[in-house]
């Protein structure tokens, strides 16, 4: 067990990350995971930058959060910043995990083999179809959701994944809310209403191809406006005029 005033500086420290610095950690954490395996003992800011797709002052930021600064010419530690990584982001003990809907979706995510190695062990699968129900998958036979409340209690899981459909998703969150389940992954489509010391993670793929669909279009457009530039036309490549409004070339874009 870790020292009191240690518990208490890694809280501190934990209520001044920005969330989104938080995602950033995790990315940081599967990078420096990756290179310990290889044999590495040090990286450099520029290397776990590029990397992690971001800059290396923003890098320098999120570590300073965990007050590991590096040392000039040498860099950071690894096995150091991944025992920081993982205590700032709870990682120092595991997390059981329970899958509610197994279907395509629900099924891949049992079977996925990454989860045991990260501290998120799946103990628990959930399904309404008779079929399915007592049937193993990945090794874990499947219980009826209505034994969502007493299953999660006797084997202490704390995150639920929710891969059903949309008309099922608040009923089977409060099911497992009701069997001591603090955080909640939900694949569903749809926004879940939980108690306040539940703390609930969206994943909307088609949200997500959208967003992406987004980007596409826009560089697609901007290649287009470019083309129009080189023509020599009078007014090619000039704003257009949308009369005030919002929207259209005027946009801004984070």
């Given amino acids: 067990m870790p020292a009191v005033s240690e518990v208490e500086d890694t809280a501190v ?4 990350i920005p969330e989104a610095a938080v995602a950033r950690l ?3 954490l599967r990078i420096l995971s990756g290179l310990a395996e290889q044999g590495a003992t040090t990286v450099s800011s520029e290397e776990l930058s590029a990397a992690a797709g971001v800059n290396s002052a923003k890098l320098r930021k999120d570590l300073s959060y965990l007050g590991s600064y590096g040392t000039r010419g040498v860099g950071y530690e690894v096995q150091v910043l991944v025992s920081q990584i993982e205590r700032i982001l709870g990682l120092t003990r595991q997390h059981r995990v329970a899958v509610v809907g197994i279907g395509n979706l629900g099924h891949a995510l049992a079977n996925y083999g990454g989860f045991p190695g990260r501290g998120f062990p799946v103990e628990a699968l959930f399904d309404l179809d008779p079929d399915l ?9 499947v219980s009826h959701m209505d034994e969502i409340p007493r299953v999660c209690a006797e084997r ?16 089977v969150c409060d099911r497992l809310v009701a069997g001591g389940v603090q955080c909640i992954l939900n694949f ?10 539940v703390e609930v993670r969206k994943v909307d793929l088609a949200v997500e191809l959208q967003i992406l669909s987004f980007h596409v279009a826009r560089r697609a457009d901007s290649a287009a ?14 704003p257009i005029d949308n009369g005030g409004k919002d929207g259209g070339l005027g946009m801004v874009v984070r």
Avoid at 133 to 140: A, E, I, K, M, Q
């Fill in 26 to 28: 995790a990315v940081y």
């Fill in 156 to 171: 202490e899981i704390s995150v639920g994944i929710i891969a059903t459909p949309p008309t099922a998703a608040q009923s």
């Fill in 13 to 16: 420290r934990a209520k001044q």
């Fill in 225 to 238: 406006l470019e083309n129009q530039g080189d023509t020599g036309l009078p007014g090619a490549g000039l």
């Fill in 133 to 141: 129900v007592g049937v193993p998958v990945g090794g874990l036979p």
């Fill in 188 to 197: 569903a489509p749809v926004v879940l209403q939980v108690p306040a010391h």
